[in-house]
T-cell receptor, first 113, second 115 residues
Framework: GENVEQHPSTLSVQEGDSAVIKCTYS??????FPWYKQELGKGPQLIID?????GEKKDQRIAVTLNKTAKHFSLHITETQPEDSAVYFC????????????FGTGTSLTVIP | ETGVTQTPRHLVMGMTNKKSLKCEQH?????MYWYKQSAKKPLELMFV???????ENNSVPSRFSPECPNSSHLFLHLHTLQPEDSALYLC??????????????FGPGTRLTVL
């Protein structure tokens, strides 16, 4: 089955700096890659996603890049703010596995004011 | 907030107890999920229901028993649990039909502690 690895497990940045979280996956058939943000006491919420026919996608201060050849994808957050502090999860899925997402282990991001 | 509610939010139970977790979604979705979230581990998918039919059971021990009486409600019945079952149990829903790109909407979870 699919194996998704995520790094780093913790990340601290100064407010206004950029943060980058990286994930790799093992199944070359994976073609959908969502990113979820989990704030304290809440469930994960989708913040951005990318499909395999696209190399990059941006939504205001967040962006995701995908390298299918290398089987890795990254989340980029620019101009970080304290409210960006949360745990971020990457995931991968393929049409072969229906509803099943394979999640990474999460990155705890702290933005220092 | 997300349209998915879970009760109770916290639960402490002994190993011989029987309890149930409840999930309700108000989004008109047709797929519902149970996940287990433990520290330092990926979210573990436990069960999936599509249109009230169970379509995934990821080798979950029989001490966890799901029930989906309709597309809006999902239960997880617990009995004779072990301390290692202590975790955050998350419910999610999505549009359904096996579309692998459907966004999953998560509830806030039930924090379970097994003594």
């Amino acid at each position: 089955g699919e194996n998704v690895e995520q790094h780093p497990s913790t990340l601290s940045v100064q407010e206004g700096d950029s943060a980058v979280i990286k994930c790799t996956y093992s199944d070359s058939a994976s073609n959908y890659f969502p990113w979820y943000k989990q704030e304290l006491g809440k469930g994960p919420q989708l913040i951005i996603d990318i499909r395999s026919n696209v190399g990059e996608k941006k939504d205001q201060r967040i962006a995701v890049t995908l390298n299918k050849t290398a089987k890795h994808f990254s989340l980029h957050i620019t101009e970080t703010q304290p409210e960006d502090s949360a745990v971020y999860f990457c995931a991968a899925s393929t049409s072969n596995t229906g509803n099943q997402f394979y999640f990474g282990t999460g990155t705890s991001l702290t933005v220092i004011p | 907030e997300t349209g998915v509610t879970q009760t109770p939010r916290h639960l402490v139970m002994g190993m011989t107890n029987k309890k149930s977790l409840k999930c309700e979604q108000h989004l008109g979705h047709n797929a519902m999920y149970w996940y287990k979230q433990s520290a330092k581990k990926p979210l573990e998918l436990m069960f999936v229901y599509n249109f009230k039919e169970q379509t995934e059971n990821n080798s979950v021990p029989s001490r966890f028993s799901p029930e989906c009486p309709n597309s809006s409600h999902l239960f997880l019945h617990l009995h004779t649990l072990q301390p290692e079952d202590s975790a955050l149990y998350l419910c999610a829903s999505s549009q359904g039909g096996g579309t692998y790109t459907d966004t999953q909407y998560f509830g806030p979870g039930t924090r379970l502690t097994v003594l």
